[in-house]
C-alpha cells in the first residue's frame, strides 16, 4: 500500500548524529547514493531521519547557497508540503496493516490487512519513479519495513535499483542488512542506526511530554534501547487486554505438553504483525516479571526463563527477517534450535 502521509520532522533526529552527518556530507558534496539502507532496530530514528531528508531532497533551497542540510529549511513551500504530506514528489509505501495500525488506510471489508508489502504496491512505484519529479528537483521513495515485500515484490524493486533516474532515491528501512535479497542490499548504500542512549531516550520522550521521561529513559540500562520499549509502562498499560491475554497464553504454555503447544501456535495466528506483537508482549511481560524478582526464578517453576527470553527475542528476529510465522511458533514452542532460519543466513 502507498500512502503519502508523513508525521511531522521539523525537529532533527536525536541520538544519530552519525547517521545524520553522513548525509549532510554527502548531499553537500551531491554524492547522495540513489539507494540507501537504514538498519537498525526499531524506534531509534529510522524512518524520521528517511522522511526529514526527503524533506531536504526537496526544499526549496536545495542546491542554492543558503541550502540548509540535510532536514531542509522547514519555512519554505516544499518543507511544508512534505510535513503535511501532500508533496507529489515524495512516495511512502508500506503493508495494509500498517497503514491500518497507523489510521492511514482501512480495511477494505478485510478481517486481516495483509502484512506484506506485495508486487503490485512495488510495480506501481516503479511507474512513478519513471516520471520527471513534478515541483522538486527529485522524487524520493521509502519503503516502511521494506523486509515484508515478499520475494515477488522484492524482484521487482530489484528492477528499480538497476536503472534509477538520476533525480531518485529510495531509502528502505530495515532492521538489518540480511532481511532483504543480497541483490538488493548490495545496490544500497548501508546506513547503521545505532541503539538510543539514556540521555538520548531522556531527550525524545521529555520532546514527546512523556510522563517520567527520565526515569523510563533509565530503563536503557536494562536493555531498552528505542523509544517503543520505554514506552510501555511495564504493567501493560498501555497495551490491549486482549494481546496481553494472548503473550500470557504463550508464555504459559512454553513449558507444557507437546500436543498443547501446538495448538497455541496454531491458535495465534499467521498474521506476521500480530504475531510479532504478541511475541514482544510475552517478551517484556517474562522481562519484567524476572526484573521484579531479581532474577530468581520462582519456586518449582519447571521453564527456564532466560533460555525462554533467548527464544522470544530470536523468534521476533526471525518473523522480521520473513520467516514463515507458524514454523517460527512451532519452534519457539517446541524449545527447537536458536534461530530457525540459520540455514538461511
Do not use: W
Not at 9 to 16: E, K, T, Y
Not at 109 to 138: C, F, M, N, Q, T
Not at 217 to 232: K, Y
Request: contains cysteine.
Amino acid at each position: 500500500m502507498e500512502l503519502s502521509g508523513t508525521p511531522n520532522v521539523s525537529s532533527l533526529v536525536i541520538g544519530q548524529d552519525r547517521a545524520v552527518a553522513s548525509l549532510a556530507g554527502a548531499l553537500k558534496a551531491d554524492r547522495l547514493a540513489h539507494g540507501l539502507l537504514f538498519v537498525g532496530p526499531d524506534g531509534v530514528g529510522r524512518e524520521r531521519t528517511a522522511r526529514g531528508l526527503a524533506r531536504g531532497l526537496l526544499c526549496d533551497l536545495r542546491a542554492t547557497p543558503n541550502e540548509v542540510t540535510p532536514f531542509g529549511c522547514g519555512a519554505c513551500r516544499g518543507c511544508r508540503r512534505v510535513d503535511s504530506g501532500s508533496h507529489p514528489d515524495l512516495h511512502v509505501v508500506m503493508s495494509d496493516a500498517e497503514a491500518v495500525a497507523r489510521g492511514l488506510g482501512d480495511k477494505d471489508g478485510k478481517a486481516r490487512p495483509s502484512a506484506e508489502i506485495k508486487i503490485d504496491a512495488v510495480r506501481e512505484l516503479g511507474l512513478r519513479l519513471l516520471r520527471r519529479p513534478y515541483e522538486g528537483r527529485a522524487s524520493v521513495a521509502i519503503i516502511v519495513d521494506a523486509h515484508r515485500m515478499n520475494e515477488k515484490a522484492q524482484n521487482a524493486l530489484l528492477k528499480v535499483l538497476e536503472e534509477p533516474a538520476a533525480t531518485t532515491v529510495l531509502i528502505l528501512i530495515v532492521p538489518g542488512a540480511r532481511a532483504v535479497l543480497p541483490t538488493i542490499g548490495s545496490r544500497c548504500l548501508r546506513l547503521a542506526f545505532s541503539p538510543l542512549t539514556e540521555p538520548s531516550l531522556a531527550a525524545i520522550l521529555r520532546r514527546l511530554q512523556v510522563p517520567d521521561a527520565d526515569v523510563r529513559a533509565a530503563r536503557a540500562r536494562e536493555g531498552a534501547c528505542s523509544v517503543p520499549a520505554v514506552m510501555d509502562d511495564g504493567d501493560g498499560s498501555l497495551r490491549p487486554a486482549a494481546e496481553r491475554l494472548r503473550a500470557g497464553l504463550l508464555l504459559k504454555q512454553l513449558g507444557r505438553d507437546l500436543g498443547e503447544r501446538l495448538r497455541v501456535a496454531e491458535a495465534l495466528g499467521k498474521d506476521r504483525l500480530e504475531v510479532e506483537a504478541v511475541i514482544l508482549a510475552a517478551e517484556r511481560m517474562l522481562a519484567n516479571s524476572m526484573r521484579a524478582r531479581g532474577g530468581a526464578p520462582p519456586e518449582g517453576a519447571e521453564l527456564d526463563e532466560v533460555k525462554a527470553l533467548d527464544g522470544l527475542s530470536q523468534a521476533r528476529q526471525d518473523l522480521r527477517s520473513n520467516g514463515a510465522v507458524q514454523l517460527v511458533l512451532e519452534r519457539l514452542l517446541c524449545a527447537a534450535a536458536p534461530s530457525v532460519l540459520e540455514q538461511r543466513r
